[in-house]
């Protein structure tokens, strides 16, 4: 028993110096984050629910009116198109993962995009 305490209080100490304390089971060492685009009627504000979402040639999945592109820290350009709206092209900032140790967690950016219908 004493040996198992023994071994218990030194893996805990080996987390603790790597910070790994703070995150329990949650594995949460993930260096991509992600940037959240929704698509609006420049005048209504509505959403608009049949957009297309891009960075570069990589469709970004949709959830509901929400695109979820997963990329790396950087600037990206975001094309921004629907049916019967002028599409869009805006550049946006991921910022670099924050955290420590074995929590290490990419940032998620919300970015509404205002596109315009076509005459």
Do not use: W
Request: net charge negative.
């Amino acid at each position: 028993m004493l040996r198992h305490l023994l071994a218990s209080a030194c893996l805990l100490s080996l987390l603790t110096l790597a910070g790994c304390d703070e995150c329990g089971e949650i594995d949460c060492a993930c260096l991509q984050g992600s940037i959240v685009v929704t698509a609006v009627d420049a005048t209504t504000k509505e959403a608009l629910f049949d957009a297309k979402v891009a960075i570069g040639n990589d469709p970004c999945p949709e959830h509901a009116s929400e695109h979820y592109c997963f990329v790396a820290a950087g600037t990206y350009s975001v094309q921004v198109s629907a049916t019967g709206y002028a599409p869009k092209t805006v550049s946006i900032v991921l910022p670099e993962p924050q955290g420590e140790g074995c929590c290490i967690c990419g940032e998620r950016v919300e970015q509404a995009v205002e596109l315009t219908q076509m005459p």
